[in-house]
Structure formats: C-alpha cells, structure tokens
C-alpha cells in the first residue's frame, strides 16, 4: 500500500527544516508548483512518473530514491537521520545548489549591466 501521508509529512518536515518555501522546492526540483503543493499536502494521492518524486528527494538533500521508499513504506527512509553523515551531505548538497543559484543569478545581473554600458 503507498504511504502518501508520509511522503507529505517527510516533505513538510524537511521543508521546514531547510526553511524552504513550496516556491522554493518547486525551483529546485524543476516541478510545478501545484505538483509539490499536492505532495505536500496529500492532495490528489495519484500514481506519479518516479522521476518527480526522485527530484523532490534531491532538491530535498536527500538520495533520489528516498521519497519513494517513504512511499513504499520503508521505515529505513524514515529514519534518516538529522545528524548523521546523510544530514551532511544534504547540507553540502544544499550549499552547493544555493552557489550554484546564486553564480546564475551573479550572470544575469552582470549581462543586463553590460547590455546597459554598451
């Protein structure tokens, strides 16, 4: 049976955590906003291509695959810990998408000032 309460719970947990907004993790997984408002809030529990759940879970710091053993109902998943070497490499996954962002970001404001000197 698929445990979609826990793949909401785990969501909103993990979002508060990282102190992400819906908006946020919708970016970072490259979904819909409503996709990410509908898993977070168990809306329209639904079959789902595997590779969405695979990019929440990332964009979440965690392995792909988390998200759907949450689902699958593998307790192992629910117990990854906040301060074990996962919760560090989801930082440093988290650090490393904030750079990234941000040198994207840097680019952009560096063309439009170069597009107005010129």
Not at 31 to 52: G, H, I, Y
Not at 72 to 88: E, M, Q
């Amino acid at each position: 049976m698929k445990d979609w309460d826990a793949v909401a719970r785990a969501i909103d947990s993990r979002m508060r955590e990282l102190d992400l907004t819906q908006t946020d993790l919708a970016v970072r997984a490259d979904v819909a906003p409503e996709t990410v408002r509908e898993l977070r809030n168990n809306l329209k529990p639904r079959r789902r291509n595997p590779r969405t759940l695979a990019a929440v879970s990332e964009a979440l710091g965690w392995p792909p695959g988390h998200l759907g053993a949450v689902l699958a109902g593998d307790n192992a998943a629910h117990k990854l810990s906040s301060d074990g070497p996962d919760s560090v490499q989801a930082e440093i996954a988290n650090l490393k998408q904030a750079v990234e962002g941000l040198a994207e970001r840097l680019d952009s404001v560096e063309r439009r000032l170069g597009a107005k000197s010129t």
